[in-house]
Structures are given as C-alpha cells and as structure tokens.
C-alpha cells in the first residue's frame, strides 16, 4: 500500500527544514586554520580558543537565528565562557554529567525537541553534540556560580517590592510644574524674609516671579529663575496637594513655613497624566547632618559624601563613629514629614540628595536623600513574585559588573 503525505511536518522536520534553509544561505564560517583547526586562535589569561571552537560557535548562533554577526558574537561568548569558567574553577563547581543532560533537555525542549532531536538538528547544520554540551555546561555552571557569590547580597527588602508595585499602578494622574522662593527664616533675617516672602506671593506674572526668585531666593533652583521639573502632585504633602490644586497657573501660594525657611511656590502649570503612582503610604529619606551651617566648607564635604554614596544605606558607614544624632532615618507618612523636608524631598527621585536646608538656626547643613516612596498595597499584589523578580534582577547585575571586571583584568591575545 502507497502511504499519503498529509503535508505537515513533525517538529524535527520543520526545524531540520529550517536549518536547512538557513545553511544554504549562510555566508563563509568563521576562517578555520587551513592546515590546524584546533589551534589556538585567542588565549585568554591560560586558557586557549580554537579556530574550530569558534567556526562551531558561530554555526551555532546562526542556526538559533540569534542576532548580531555570528563572528563577532562567537568571539564575545567564548571569551566571557573562558572567564566564567576560570571563576567556576576557583570556587570549585563543576556541573556533573547528569545536570548537563538534564540541562540539554531543557534547551532543546524551548524547540519542542528532545535532546536527541536537537542534536541531530544541530548536527545537519556543522555544529557537533560536544560544542552543544560545552555551552550547556558553562552555562548551567555560571548559575550556580552566582547563585553562590551574590545571592546573599541580592536580598529584597519590603520596601522595595512596595516601590515596585508603585511603578505598576494605573489610573488618571496629575503632575504640576512650579517654581519656588526660598527664604531664611532665621531671627536675624526673620522680617526681612517675611517682607519679601509676602511680596512674592502677591505676584501673578511668571516672569515678575522668576525675577524675584534669582533676586532673593536662598535655594539653588534660583539659577533658573526658581523654576522646578515636573513633578507628580502626589510626590507633595496632601494638605499642600489640595492647596496646589485650587490655583490657577500664575498663582502663588501663601508664604509657607517651613521650620528654618519660608516658601512661596508659583503654579505655572498643571496636566493630566495617562497613569498616576500609587498611594503613598510612606516616604523613606536619610538626613545627615554637617556642622558648620551654609558654606564653601560645608557645601564642598557634601558635595564629596554624595560621591561616595548611591543608596540611603551607605550613609551608615559616612556616620559611623560618630554621635547617632549627625544621622536621621525616617519612614513617615506623607502627612507627619516635616514640612521643609516634604517640599525638598518632593523635588527628588530614589537615591536624590538636597543640601538646601539646614538646622540650628542655620549652623548645621542638611545632606537629605530621599530613599524611596512606599506605597499602600492592594490585597491582590503578588508580592512573591515581584521579589522574586527583583532578587534575579539584582543578581543579574551582580553578575555582570563581576565579569566586566575580570575582563577588564584579563590577558586577551589574538594568536
């Protein structure tokens, strides 16, 4: 009996058929020493590269279809492969023959193959089971490399996974655009700065504003006439929230005090936005305190802290040895933040310093950074999986900045 083709092909055929296709129209492989494939064509630090490991390395990338030039891509990989394998090596791993296995299977299956399909696939286009099996197990043994060295490192607090489901909320928002007069209010200068705070906020020109504040304003913003960036109307205290939204823009606030300052803040413009954060539930922020109040000296000392820090957290070592009064740490509701802080802490994002204020009536600079915003959280927030994805992220990251600098450290040669 003659069998009738049905003209579908089983998942091996189409992907034999594709590999096909796409061996007819690859260009030249990987130039293979003529007289010695399995020479060394690039040595890194002690371990050698073969020509022939890097013709079957870019065979490989173009029959996965993977972008970038093959050549330069099978160059890139192997040298990294030969860095992680140096690393695995000093920390002792080594996957056994039973994890590569299991971890061919596991590739070939993204294929709807099993091993041994995929091997056969691969085998119809130049690329032999041992180069597969050597990708397999560098890769299986990286991950338990960094899973080792940085997974104690890459904790997630819950903190961050409230910030992270902020950055998921939706809904209509608003965002306003201001700008500011800062004035001391210190007994020495406490009329004067009454007087010129309630002169500006009698003002309704953007422009008589903006003269104003590069006349008297105490705050850097001052250099831009005391215009700020936009910002959510949420990063701002609720009280001060409502009262932003019943002006128009040109409309001033009265003079706000703001313990050791006086603030007028303009409205020059207010929009809807397509998605809004959510609630703020708290607002996490540091304050590291200078003696020594306003100066060149001062400003100078923060200036060369806030080279040295990128998260609230590292203020610790800044601080330590010291009295536990130079440094404040505060998770507060919106609504219980000091007045003066909440207005600087609404200009900043994560990790954001302001050295605008001070304490003691004005001898003592404030170095504030603002931590992070927490928000309150639905019932149905997954928060499981939002640490678990922040945790690889973070090991990711780990992982990368470790192998830039072991190649940074390492001895590349082209044979």
Known sequence: MTSKSTGRLTPLRRFTALITVICALMTAPVAVAQNNPFATAIKVNDRAITYYELDQRARFIRLLNAPGDPETVAREQLIEERLKQE??????????????????????????????QFVAALRQGGVDE??????????????????????????????????????????GGLRVLLSEIVLPNVPQLAEQSRA???????????????????????????????????????????????????????????????????????LRDIEETPSAPAEIAAVDYAAYYIPGGRTAETLAQ????????????????????QPDEVLERGALP????????????????????????????????????????????????????????LFNERVER??????????????????
């Open 398 to 415: 780990l992982a990368e900045g470790f192998l830039a600098d072991l190649e940074a450290d390492a001895l590349i040669r082209e044979q």
């Open 87 to 116: 690393a695995m090596a000093r920390a002792g791993i080594q996957p056994t023959p039973e994890e590569v296995s299991g971890g061919m299977e596991e590739f070939a299956a993204r294929a709807n193959l099993s091993a041994e």
């Open 196 to 266: 010129r705070a309630e002169r500006a906020a009698r003002v309704t020109s953007i422009s008589e504003f903006s003269a104003l504040a590069r006349e008297f304003s105490f705050s850097p913003s001052r250099a831009r006439g005391g215009r700020l960036d936009w910002a959510p109307l949420s990063n701002y205290p609720p009280q001060l929230g409502q009262l932003l939204l019943g002006l128009s823009p040109g409309e001033t606030t009265q003079p706000l005090n703001a313990g050791q300052a006086l603030v007028v803040l303009q």
């Open 334 to 389: 919106p609504s219980e933040v000091p007045q003066d802080i909440a207005l600087e802490l609404a200009k900043l994002d994560d990790g954001e310093v302001s050295t605008n204020l001070t304490r003691a009536n004005g001898q003592t600079l404030v170095f504030l950074m603002l931590c992070g915003r927490t928000t309150a959280l639905g019932e149905d927030a997954d928060r499981e999986s939002i640490r678990n994805a």
């Open 130 to 171: 041992e180069s597969f099996r050597d990708f397999v197990s560098v890769g299986l043994g990286w991950r338990q490399f960094v899973g080792q060295r940085f997974a104690p490192r890459a904790q997630v607090t819950e903190a961050e996974i409230d910030r992270r489901v902020a950055q998921a909320g939706s809904g």
């Open 302 to 321: 923060a200036k060369r802290i806030r080279s040295r820090v990128d998260t609230c957290d590292d203020l610790y070592g800044i601080a330590k040895g």
